[in-house]
């Protein structure tokens, strides 16, 4: 069978609808589009019973209580909410003062956890932005070493979005637990692909996104603990007093009815899944280098998710790659700095060199990938790689035994 | 970033890629000269080789390896296929603009064909400083975006 083109290999950044969701969704735009505010009428009534549904779905899937679910318009916001909703509940000094409280993060965070904190920071709270090592892996042990005494909130991602490591969830949860502080985590690229619990995994806050799980974009929600602790957020859009105040705002019922569906179908398919994109990813990786030399895999090669892969490729420059795998849709670490593109800040933040930084990709694999299309990615890759190789002046000279480092190199 | 159809087909189909040998080998002929530009950190490494005919002085060959975006690919590759065949004198009066214009590149994408004229004149210096002769004044300012 013919294979379209260009292959799809950016699940990372956003998934393709799952029909079976877009069809649970349908009926919601012309029929029963109620709001589910509306207290008098049937319109009303079925909008709020489809988002009750909804919900009950993504507490399933998280191991968490309906009321402890709250709808947003993705993870950015949810983050932003957990982030700065718990700063402002539990500061140590009001607004216009310093010393208001401590955070701990780190640095390879998606920039929707990042930049609140950073905002934060200009606000007068302090942020340690924990540096992770080489393996890009934020375990307990450095999580640790990062608290302070006046600690507020710690907030670490599940899994990155750049390199698909995970972090040590659970051991920090149970840190902060027993440290009394409040674990966030930005479960985007976690949730719906790998089995979560929260009561388990020791989280109190935790943000999803439904269109990184083959559900509609513009929706998620953000988990909210009730009990052991009952975290109170201060919210940050105030209106109507929808989601129990924290959240004002009509609901998006179809992007909610979306996310339940996404939710439901991940609870049942996503072992499989895992499963077989593990086996995939695996092919992927293991064909490239099998078939060329200086590359390397970034981030751990266990605690990683099935289906994101990072590749850098030694000897290559980002833009002239991307040109050619023209025929794979993925994201790449980014080009020339001359044209003020800057290499990824995830990749440096693991220590990869500006080259190599530069010329990475990441290839994510989604629910509808197929081993056709991982071999089609190999030949590109591996094609592409050695052609742009041919016309790599690196390449000769890494080839003739010159150390790149002791060329007299003309900056410009 | 959408290219032009003339970026694209240098890119697919590079002209003259290749040097005149290992990087000592090179060295040490004097009718060589190689100019090499750009730094790996900046994301865009140039090596423009060109090889001089000590009786007509004009360039008999000409080749280019480049580590860099489809424009700088391109810019390289459509330098070396104009300067084949020119005399020395000649070749340094290339300029970046005329590459821009030929392959319609976009501003952010001149100093891609500014590395392609260092490249050429880098080459040139590094031929006549082999064979007793100064550098080349620098005599002109590039164009440069915005
Ligand atoms: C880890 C992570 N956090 C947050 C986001 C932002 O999600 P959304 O686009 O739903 O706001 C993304 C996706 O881009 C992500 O990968
Ligand atoms: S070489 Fe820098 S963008 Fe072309």
Redesign the pocket.
């Known amino acids: 069978m013919a294979l379209k083109l260009p292959i799809y290999m950016d699940n990372a950044a956003t998934t393709p609808c799952d029909p079976r969701v877009v069809e649970a969704m349908l009926p919601y735009f012309t029929e029963m589009f109620g709001n589910a505010g509306s207290r008098n009428h049937s319109y009303g009534w079925a909008a709020e019973t489809a988002a009750d549904t909804a919900r009950g779905q993504v507490a399933k899937l998280l191991g968490c209580t309906d009321k402890e679910v709250l709808f947003t318009s993705g993870a950015t916001e949810s983050n932003n909410l957990a982030i700065k909703g718990v700063a402002y509940m539990y500061q140590k000094a009001p607004a216009g003062q310093s010393g208001r409280g401590h955070i701990v993060t780190c640095t390879i965070e998606h920039k929707a956890v990042l930049d609140p904190c950073k905002r934060l920071q200009k606000e007068g709270f302090d942020v340690t932005f924990i540096e992770p090592p080489a393996d890009g892996v934020v375990t307990a042990e450095m999580v640790k070493a990062a608290m302070r005494a006046d600690t507020i909130l710690v907030t670490i991602m599940w899994a990155n979005n750049e390199l698909g490591t995970i972090n040590q969830v659970r051991e920090i949860g149970a840190l902060c637990k027993e440290r009394g502080v409040i674990f966030h985590t930005d479960a985007t690229q976690w949730v719906g692909k790998m089995p979560t619990n929260v009561e388990q995994d020791n989280v109190d806050l935790l943000s999803l996104s439904a269109h990184k799980l083959f559900g509609p974009k513009g929706v998620g929600a953000l988990y909210v603990r009730r009990h052991r602790p009952r975290v109170r957020l201060q919210a940050l859009q105030e209106g109507g007093g929808q989601e129990r105040g924290f959240r004002s705002g009509t609901h998006n019922i179809t992007g909610i009815v979306g996310l339940g569906k996404a939710c439901e179908i991940a609870m049942a398919e996503m072992e499989r899944d895992a499963l077989r994109l593990a086996k995939l990813k695996s092919k992927l990786e293991a064909g490239v280098l099998a078939q060329l030399d200086s590359c390397v895999v970034n981030g751990n090669a266990e605690k990683r998710l099935p289906h994101i892969s990072n590749i850098s490729f030694g000897f290559v420059?980002g833009?002239g790659l991307m040109m050619a795998v023209k025929d794979i849709a993925c994201s790449s670490g980014s080009?020339?700095?001359?044209?003020s593109?800057e290499p990824s800040y995830v990749l440096k933040g693991i220590g990869v060199g500006d080259e190599l930084a530069h010329s990475s990709l990441r290839l994510s694999l989604g629910k509808w990938t197929t081993e056709a299309e991982v071999d089609f990615a190999i030949e590109q890759v591996v094609q592409g790689v050695k052609k742009l190789r041919v016309m790599s002046p690196l390449y000769d000279m890494h080839k003739e035994g010159i150390d790149l480092s002791s060329v007299q190199w003309a900056h410009h | 970033m959408p290219y032009g159809p003339k970026v694209i087909d240098h890119y697919e189909n590079p002209r003259n890629v290749g040097n005149f040998g290992t990087q000592e080998q090179m060295k040490s002929d004097k009718r060589v000269g190689v100019g090499l530009v750009?730094a790996p950190e900046?994301?865009?490494v140039?090596q423009l080789c060109i090889k001089v005919n000590e009786q007509t002085g004009k360039i008999e060959d000409a080749k280019f390896k480049?580590f860099?975006?489809?424009?700088?690919i391109a810019?390289s590759s459509l330098a070396t296929e104009w300067i084949k065949g020119m005399s020395v004198e000649e070749a340094a009066e290339l300029r970046n603009t005329q590459l821009v214009q030929e392959l319609s590149l976009p501003p952010?994408?001149i100093?891609?064909s500014v590395?392609a004229e260092d490249a050429v004149k880098a080459a040139i210096n590094d031929y006549r400083k082999k064979n007793g002769l100064p550098d080349m004044a620098e005599d002109h300012d590039h164009a440069k975006a915005g």
Request: aromatic share 0%; proline share 0%.
């Open positions: 420059e833009e080009a020339c700095t001359s044209a593109l | 750009g900046c994301g865009d140039m480049t860099g975006c489809g424009s700088a810019s952010v994408k100093h891609c590395l």
